[in-house]
C-alpha cells in the first residue's frame, strides 16, 4: 500500500524537552512538508522539502527543525525554543514541477506539552 | 485582508440539499484551487482540484472557479451524514513556486438527518 505515515500517533512533551515527528512516505515523491493546525484555525506551513538534502523555512519556521537525508523520510523536530507547541502536526507529500502541487497527507501527530 | 478566505460556518444543512461551500483568495495570479475535507481529529483528504475557469463534476461533488472574481466553490448533491466534516479550500500561488499552498480557515458543515 503506497502512503504516508507519521509517529507517534500521540506525543506529550515536558517543558524544555525536545522532541522528533517522524514522517514516511512511499509514493516516490519528492517534495514533503510540514503543517501546524490549531484549533479552529488553517495550515500553517513549517518546512519544506523539494528534493533530498534540500529543505525550505515556510512560515512558521521559527523553533523547528528538520533534515532530509533519505527521499521517503522529513522529520520534524520540535525544539525547546517552540513556545507554544501543542497543536496537531501534519506531513504532506506531492509532485514538485507539476501545476497542480496536489498535496497528499498522513494521518498527523498531536502533540501536548504538559 | 486573509490571503484565502472561508466563511467559518457552521453551515448546517438538510439530508438530500445541495451544501455550498465558497471561497476567496487575494492572489490574482494564482493557478491550482483544491477541496480538502477534514474530518474531526483525522488528516485533510483531497477531494476536488480545479485549473481552469467554469465547473468540473467528480460524482456528487462540483467545484466551481472564477478567477475574474477571484472565487472558487463546492457543491455537494444530495447531502448525505456523512458529508459532515470541515472543508478546507487551498491556492497554490504562483511565484512562490509549486510548493507551496495556502490554505484557509475551513467552513463546517453538518448535514442533519
Known amino acids: 500500500d503506497g502512503g504516508i505515515t507519521q509517529s507517534p500517533k500521540y506525543l506529550f512533551r515536558k517543558e524544555g524537552q525536545n522532541v522528533t515527528l517522524s514522517c514516511e512516505q512511499n509514493?516516490?515523491?519528492?517534495?514533503m512538508y510540514w503543517y501546524r493546525q490549531d484549533p479552529g484555525q488553517g495550515l500553517r506551513l513549517i518546512y519544506y522539502?523539494?528534493?533530498?538534502?534540500?529543505?525550505q523555512k515556510g512560515d512558521i519556521a521559527e523553533g523547528y527543525s528538520v533534515s532530509r537525508e533519505k527521499k521517503e523520510s522529513f522529520p520534524l523536530t520540535v525544539t525547546s525554543a517552540q513556545k507554544n507547541p501543542t497543536a496537531f502536526y501534519l506531513c504532506?507529500?506531492?509532485?514538485?514541477?507539476?501545476?497542480?502541487?496536489?498535496?497528499?497527507f498522513g494521518p498527523g501527530t498531536r502533540l501536548t506539552v504538559l | 485582508q486573509k490571503e484565502v478566505e472561508q466563511n467559518s460556518g457552521p453551515l448546517s444543512v438538510p439530508e438530500g440539499a445541495i451544501a455550498s461551500l465558497n471561497c476567496t483568495y487575494s492572489?490574482?495570479?494564482?493557478?491550482?484551487f483544491f477541496w480538502y475535507r477534514q474530518y474531526s481529529g483525522k488528516s485533510p483528504e483531497l477531494i476536488m482540484s480545479?485549473?481552469?475557469?467554469g465547473d468540473k463534476e467528480d460524482g456528487r461533488f462540483t467545484a466551481q472557479l472564477n478567477k475574474a472574481s477571484q472565487y472558487v466553490s463546492l457543491l455537494i448533491r444530495d447531502s448525505q451524514p456523512s458529508d459532515s466534516a470541515t472543508y478546507l479550500c487551498?491556492?497554490?500561488?504562483?511565484?512562490?513556486?509549486?510548493?507551496?499552498?495556502?490554505f484557509g480557515t475551513g467552513t463546517r458543515l453538518t448535514i442533519i438527518p
Open positions: 480545479i485549473y481552469s475557469n
Open positions: 487551498a491556492v497554490n500561488r504562483v511565484g512562490f513556486g509549486n510548493e507551496k499552498l495556502t
Open positions: 504532506a507529500s506531492s509532485i514538485p514541477g507539476s501545476t497542480s502541487n496536489e498535496q497528499f
Open positions: 492572489d490574482r495570479v494564482s493557478q491550482s
Open positions: 522539502s523539494q528534493i533530498v538534502n534540500d529543505f
Open positions: 509514493l516516490n515523491h519528492d517534495a
